[in-house]
């Protein structure tokens, strides 16, 4: 238990050198507790009596086992030593520890009317509640102890190292603390953060249901275990806990946030533009949730508002790049001169932080390409994507290796010898490729048609990919390639359910099929084929210079860290359309690949082909998708709500003068597209696999 300052001293005083030995004997009673205690027993021989020798004692007794010698030392000593929180903390731990749990709860009430802030006598408390079944009343004392432990300077150290993103610190003495106090919950929801920040989610979610199963009424970790699960694309499961944080508190503006992205995960745009009004009525000087607002009116289509919402944000934070960025992000807006000037004097500024600077750097770039000024703007989206890279770094080693294993493994006789693998289901409709390549244009086309509804970038397949290598993996491509490779029939088909199951709460209609536009899914085709058999693949392909140009010139809210440098953009690329050439190879005609360029070129019959595919009817609707309304969250959503342009064909054009690593890294790709390359390594593969 923590040291206190209340013992009343007996006898005479001690010396420093005793002073000394029992603070080592202290910091030794978790280690090494017979230590600690031969510490204690040579000042109480030097000094009969000595209050805090005893305690030491008493405790190094309790931890070694010896629970009735712990309790003879420490009864007399709370009857010396009645205003002693520390002695009468000790003696409850000895009680319960020897089944008095009675006992300890009044040797626990004693303490607690002296040090009321105690966290470690409120977390003892709780526990002695829970062996007598009082759940309310332990997840009372929890809660009591949380508030406590925010003055905790065991906890406070490693809080420090959290605010300094020290996670390894932070996770040190976290563990050490939970070590010894295993139910403090305070302490399991900030280790559940450094998790979190980790993205150790599997870990994150365990801290933080471990911490609700003891404190259920914990309202913070439960506004993080609902983020948690709505950051992770469980959008389904978040809301019945953050509903259970509004019952409690209903007009809490962080719960009712949160309330409205869960929504807006979930599609219900609606819901989501209801939440935010109602919230920025009660506190409208909010520049970040009027950026949200903005968000879920421009999903919804509605842009005058959204554009609105954009100008109010940054009328209450000038320095808000969100925002500003966000104005350029819907690609049919035009800044004026006003606001070329204001982003201008906002990069000026020596203490703008980077996120802020990265998203005016973007903006400013968008802005003077409207304008034609395409060195300048060239120069500030150039130096956008430098700041992004140095906060997310990128390796595209990693990716290379990603497909270099997947080559590898999954050739024509893997795939043969699991034919009829997986859920019978052919609900989904696939579109993977790059992002920026066409992706939501033929999202919209299919959307169109009655049979099919538009979902979203869901985020189900990843996650499944990725629960499939045990974390952390030292080698994710080597982990999953191996993962894919051992799956059994049985479990490829629980795959193929669990899919269907995940993605049923972003159903809106009674449609047949739906789709799943998530350009990433590219990298688990193979997954696809063994969980999901009868789904239609969609490779949407664009021009690697515009497509390349296109990423270069987007900011993306997450992910995507390859979009951030010319070079890694082309190297990208290369690996994407390597992959998809074998995945012809192994499994001819499984994929239909879609070119933005001749979907322009003829619209009518691109569409045609892809309805065909799809095992579709035509349908003319398909033809004026841009007069569905339905809501489109990607960046795209404006440019498909408009009838087919040329606006995106050649616009590396403006870019050329400095293409040149783009270009280098595209190699063979730029020079045979629509084609890939030809094969240069073992059959089924366009180079030779790495092992």
């Not at 086309?445 to 869901?458: D, N, R, Y």
């Not at 270069?552 to 997450?558: D, E, L």
């Not at 404006?638 to 009838?643: A, D, G, H, N, T």
């Amino acid at each position: 238990m923590a040291a206190q300052s209340d013992l009343k001293r007996v006898g005479s005083e001690p010396v420093a050198t005793a002073d000394v030995a029992l603070t080592h004997a202290v910091r030794l009673l978790d280690r090494d507790p017979d230590l600690a205690l031969r510490q204690a027993d040579e000042v109480v021989r030097a000094y009969p009596g000595h209050p805090q020798a005893r305690v030491i004692q008493g405790a190094a007794h309790r931890r070694a086992g010896r629970l009735e010698t712990a309790l003879a030392i420490l009864e007399p000593l709370a009857q010396e030593q009645p205003a002693a929180a520390r002695v009468h903390l000790e003696l409850a731990a000895a009680r319960s520890a020897a089944g008095r749990v009675d006992d300890a709860i009044a040797s626990l009430r004693h303490a607690l009317g002296i040090a009321p802030d105690s966290p470690d006598a409120w977390l003892l408390l709780a526990d002695q509640f829970d062996l007598r079944g009082e759940a309310a009343e332990a997840d009372a004392a929890r809660a009591r102890a949380v508030k406590a432990a925010t003055r905790d300077p065991r906890l406070r150290a490693a809080a420090d190292a959290l605010v300094a993103n020290d996670l390894p610190r932070a996770e040190a003495l976290l563990r050490e603390h939970l070590g010894a106090h295993p139910t403090d919950v305070a302490a399991m929801r900030m280790l559940a953060e450094v998790a979190a920040r980790l993205r150790r989610f599997a870990d994150a979610e365990s801290l933080l249901a471990r911490c609700l199963e003891l404190a259920p009424s914990f309202d913070a970790a439960r506004h993080n275990r609902a983020a948690l699960l709505n950051r992770q694309g469980r959008a389904a499961e978040a809301l019945p806990e953050v509903e259970r944080l509004l019952a409690r508190d209903p007009r809490n503006p962080s719960y009712r946030n949160l309330c409205a992205a869960i929504h807006a995960n979930l599609g219900d745009f609606e819901r989501t533009i209801a939440i935010y009004g109602e919230v920025l009525a009660e506190f409208p000087r909010q520049p970040k949730i009027w950026a949200s607002y903005g968000h879920a009116l421009k999903t919804a289509g509605r842009v005058e508002d959204s554009v609105a919402a954009y100008r109010r944000a940054i009328a209450l934070a000038p320095t808000f790049g969100e925002a500003y960025w966000s104005l350029a992000n819907l690609k049919t807006f035009r800044f004026a001169e006003a606001d070329v000037a204001a982003m201008r004097a906002v990069l000026a500024r020596a203490d703008l932080a980077d996120e802020d600077r990265l998203h005016v750097e973007f903006a400013l770039g968008k802005a003077l390409e409207d304008a034609g000024s395409f060195t300048d703007a060239f120069a500030h989206f150039s130096a956008g994507n430098a700041l992004r890279k140095r906060l997310q770094p990128y390796r595209a080693a990693d990716t290379s290796r990603f497909v270099a294993r997947s080559i590898a493994v999954q050739d024509r006789a893997f795939f043969e010898s699991r034919r009829g693998w997986g859920a019978d289901a052919a609900d989904p409709i696939f579109i993977v490729g790059l992002p920026r390549s066409g992706s939501t244009l033929v999202e919209q086309i299919l959307a169109s048609h009655p049979l099919v509804e538009g979902t979203m970038e869901l985020p189900d397949l990843p996650r499944l990919a990725q629960e499939l290598v045990p974390a952390p993996a030292a080698d994710a491509a080597e982990g999953f390639a191996q993962a894919l490779a051992g799956l059994t029939q049985a479990q490829a088909r629980a795959l193929g359910e669990r899919y269907l199951a995940s993605t049923r709460a972003q159903r809106r209609t009674d449609a047949p099929f739906f789709v799943d536009k998530m350009p990433n899914n590219w990298f688990y085709v193979g997954l696809i084929q063994l969980a999901l058999p009868n789904a239609k693949i969609i490779d949407a392909r664009r021009h690697p210079l515009d497509c390349g140009t296109s990423l270069f010139t987007q900011h993306f809210a997450r992910g995507q860290r390859f979009a951030y440098g010319l070079e890694d953009i082309g190297r990208y690329y290369r690996d994407y359309v390597e992959w998809m050439a074998h995945v012809d190879a192994a499994l001819p005609g499984r994929v239909h690949r879609l070119i933005y360029e001749r979907m322009i070129a003829d619209t009518e019959r691109e569409v045609r082909r892809l309805l065909e595919f799809c095992g579709l009817p035509f349908e003319t609707a398909c033809l004026r998708f841009h007069e569905n309304a339905r809501p489109v969250r990607t960046a795209s959503s404006e440019q498909v709500r408009r009838p087919i342009n040329r606006d995106g064909v050649d616009r590396w054009r403006r870019y050329g003068f400095g293409l040149e690593p783009l270009r280098a890294a595209l190699g063979a790709v730029l020079e045979r597209y629509p084609d890939a390359p030809p094969a240069a390594g073992p059959e089924n593969s366009i180079r030779p696999a790495c092992t």
